[in-house]
């Protein structure tokens, strides 16, 4: 295959949606339009920031400006020269990212339209492409939020945050507004366009799938599909060879039709584990289609050997379980909630790379794509095969009941199926999940959430068809009907509630076994807030409204999410002694509040090791300017809770318990599949008293409890822990007691828990 990028600069211009537009498409871009350039892949926003025509939109108010721009109709139109076809050739133009409603013409023939952000979009022009001359390609986007209009809403549906025009459309659904991103109802080609040569004989679509994966053998199960110009078959095979390592295979097919299956078994594999379990080896397998042994196509796919199964049981309780089992070894999961990279989605390529690589420096061996973001492309996923992160991704519906008609469950089945066939080669991808909060909704509402067709039909039909040998989950959380509407009774669930002090009741006495959310709040750093809040914005917090925008608030007016500053507030005076009346103060005990919490959360699931199988803390990263949960600001400027979490998620780490008539546990986590032995030592930050110290040995993938150490409720201390396992050095810290406590004495803490490892400045935090 021949591929030929038609990204760059294109010409861009707009209409309102109730002008009449134009005569004939050849009257498009006349003399009365304003025509500017815009990058493509790209959004049209940033196509009017680079012209002039609009203000940085991240920066204090600037969201709202955006507005009146939803009612905006998009034209974009580029040229370009293209060969003549040889005899069988096909071309076809793909759309990696039409936003949202296109009509597409090439050469002034109209090729069709798209009502679906969200996936890619094909379309055949073998016979209306111009040889050895200028093509012209248009694309109109229509207004959403005019298109939308079209939906009759029943009601049994029901909209977010007031955004009852997203129901019926498919975009990412955060683009409304949310409590973490703003409404911003972007259009725009927004992932690249290119042209495809196709030959007549060429590798249509591969499968893999690992059916069996252990240190002495793998199964590996590959379907095939074929397209070729050949009437019979005879004289087609198909040769694959794989290779990882001094690890290889190969194996010939011959082809009785144009698509087949075949086992290939793989004697000593290099397989692909989690992070912190092993190395996540891949394949290069290397696909040749013979036409009477020679090679007509070759497609060359990274493959990982690996089986993950989803050992999930209905209700959550003493013979419950919620648990992700790789190769026949079950995993403790402690990984974060992955949001929008960017509010701009043509810029989220640009930052997989070092927004991965936080998630693989901070320990994370799961990310669970959020179901109100869109779906990440390969390269995303290329990097968390390579860094051994595994992948939930949920479909892109959330927290609405969405339509159930039979023409909507048909555009479902259409994306699903798209999404499916894309990405589930990758070995990173762990789980399908149908929805993010749906069943909440349902049950809130005071209805079944078996009604919603969507989860229980259209997406799982849609997985059992197109990846039948990955786990499905209907929702997050689930209610199954063994649950009925009962909290308490789900396995898995998302722990937010009143956001108080990080160790109430609703946190340390959850009956979940997995935590697939839970966050607590915490201020970026000064340097940022100066980069998005106005000067004269950035202090007091008290009835600011440039706060109240980045916290996140939707709307113009205060509105549901006003409360999320004063939160901070709450939180720092639940913990201290006092709410600090000085910005650095405030971002200082607002980050330690958060980071405290951050490492309570992921140490209260390791300390009930299989009793709780996984924490998805929200959240990584942000997708814009804001006050939130993330422990990265957008501006890739880390708090402090990505450093304490850094220590709490690495395979060995040594945990203090709650206290427990009169004493708390010392416990060794061993998240790894090695055994485990060294010495440990936890003195007292304050007199430098040793308080425990000793050798130990630590079995694989266990908890090993080391010493209990005598202690008071009402004792305040900051002790710190040091250790080395299989000569490998570990550092993390406990504070001791509740509440209050002395923010200057803690500042002073924060110098010693710094000084464990030196991976942070204890002076420059919140800064």
Request: aromatic residues 10%; charged residues 25%; negative net charge.
């Amino acid at each position: 295959m021949t591929r030929i990028d038609l990204c760059g600069t294109w010409e861009l211009s707009h209409r309102s949606h109730r002008t009449e537009h134009v005569g004939s498409l050849e009257e498009t871009f006349g003399d009365d339009w304003e025509i500017l350039p815009a990058r493509v892949a790209g959004n049209v926003e940033l196509a009017l920031i680079e012209a002039g025509k609009l203000p940085d939109p991240f920066c204090g108010r600037n969201i709202f400006v955006l507005r009146p721009y939803e009612f905006e109709d998009w034209w974009y139109r580029r040229t370009f020269l293209a060969q003549s076809l040889e005899p069988g050739q096909r071309a076809r133009l793909v759309f990696g990212g039409l936003d949202c409603f296109a009509t597409i013409w090439l050469n002034g023939r109209n090729l069709g339209t798209t009502d679906n952000a969200l996936i890619e979009h094909v379309f055949d022009v073998t016979d209306c492409l111009n040889a050895d001359c200028d093509n012209t390609l248009v694309v109109r986007l229509a207004s959403p939020v005019m298109s939308a209009r079209g939906h009759c809403i029943e009601p049994s549906e029901s909209g977010t945050l007031d955004s009852w025009e997203a129901i019926g459309v498919r975009k990412p659904p955060h683009c409304w507004g949310w409590d973490i991103m703003p409404r911003l109802v972007s259009a725009g080609l927004w992932r690249p366009v290119s042209l495809e040569i196709l030959e007549p004989n060429h590798i249509a679509s591969l499968y893999f799938c690992t059916r069996h994966a252990s240190p002495d053998n793998a199964h590996l199960r590959v379907q095939w599909q074929v397209e070729t110009d050949r009437v019979e078959p005879e004289g087609i095979s198909v040769r694959f060879t794989g290779e990882c390592g001094d690890s290889r295979f190969s194996r010939t097919v011959d082809a009785r039709f144009t698509a087949g299956a075949t086992g290939i078994d793989v004697p000593h594999p290099e397989l692909w584990w989690p992070k912190g379990y092993g190395e996540p080896s891949l394949y290069t397998i290397r696909t040749e289609l013979l036409l009477d042994g020679e090679v007509a196509d070759v497609r060359t796919d990274r493959v990982g050997l690996r089986t993950i199964d989803l050992h999930r049981t209905e209700t959550a309780g003493p013979d419950g379980d919620f648990r992700f089992v790789v190769n026949g070894v079950p995993v403790l999961v402690k990984g974060s909630n992955w949001v929008p990279a960017d509010a701009f989605h043509s810029r989220d390529a640009e930052r997989y790379a070092p927004l991965l690589a936080l998630a693989d420096d901070v320990g994370c061996n799961m990310l669970r794509c959020w179901g109100g973001n869109v779906y990440e492309d390969h390269a995303f996923f290329d990097l968390c095969d390579e860094k051994g992160i595994m992948v939930w991704q949920d479909f892109a519906f959330a927290c609405s009941r969405y339509p159930q008609s039979l023409s909507f469950l048909a555009r479902v089945r259409v994306e699903a199926e798209s999404v499916i066939r894309k990405l589930r080669n990758h070995a990173s991808l762990a789980l399908w999940c149908g929805d993010n909060e749906i069943d909440c909704v349902y049950v809130g509402d005071g209805l079944d959430p078996a009604q919603n067709r969507i989860s229980r039909e259209a997406l799982r039909r849609a997985v059992e068809r197109c990846d039948p040998y990955r786990p499905y989950l209907p929702s997050s959380p689930y209610f199954s009907p063994q649950a009925g509407g009962d909290w308490d009774a789900l396995p898995e669930q998302h722990l937010w509630g009143a956001r108080n002090y990080y160790k109430s009741r609703e946190y340390v006495e959850t009956t979940a076994h997995f935590i697939g959310e839970i966050g607590y709040h915490g201020c970026p750093n000064v340097s940022s807030l100066r980069r998005f809040l106005s000067p004269d914005a950035l202090w007091p917090w008290q009835d600011n409204e440039e706060w109240r925008v980045h916290a996140t608030d939707p709307t113009p007016e205060p509105g549901g999410m006003a409360y999320r500053v004063e939160l901070m507030a709450k939180q720092i005076a639940e913990m201290f002694d006092a709410v600090p009346d000085m910005l650095e103060d405030f971002a200082l005990a607002s980050q330690i509040c958060q980071a405290e919490a951050k490492k309570f959360f992921v140490e209260m699931v390791r300390l009930r090791k299989w009793r709780r199988t996984g924490v998805l803390w929200w959240n990584l990263v942000d997708g814009w300017p804001q006050f939130s949960d993330a422990v990265v600001d957008y501006y890739l400027s880390k708090k402090l809770a990505y450093h304490y979490l850094r220590r709490v998620q690495q395979p060995m780490c040594l945990m203090v318990d709650e206290p427990d008539t009169w004493h708390v546990r010392l416990v060794m986590g061993n998240d790894s599949r090695v055994n485990a032995a060294g010495r440990y030592a936890v003195r007292d930050a304050d007199s430098g008293a040793i308080v425990s110290q000793g050798e130990f040995e630590s079995p694989a993938n266990e908890n090993c409890e080391l010493a209990r150490i005598p202690i008071s409720r009402g004792q305040q201390a900051m002790w710190l822990i040091q250790w080395t396992a299989n000569d490998v050095k570990g550092a993390n810290h406990a504070l001791v007691g509740g509440p209050p406590f002395a923010l200057e004495r803690y500042r002073a803490w924060l110098q010693a828990i710094a000084g464990l490892d030196g991976n942070f400045d204890a002076d420059q935090v919140g800064r």
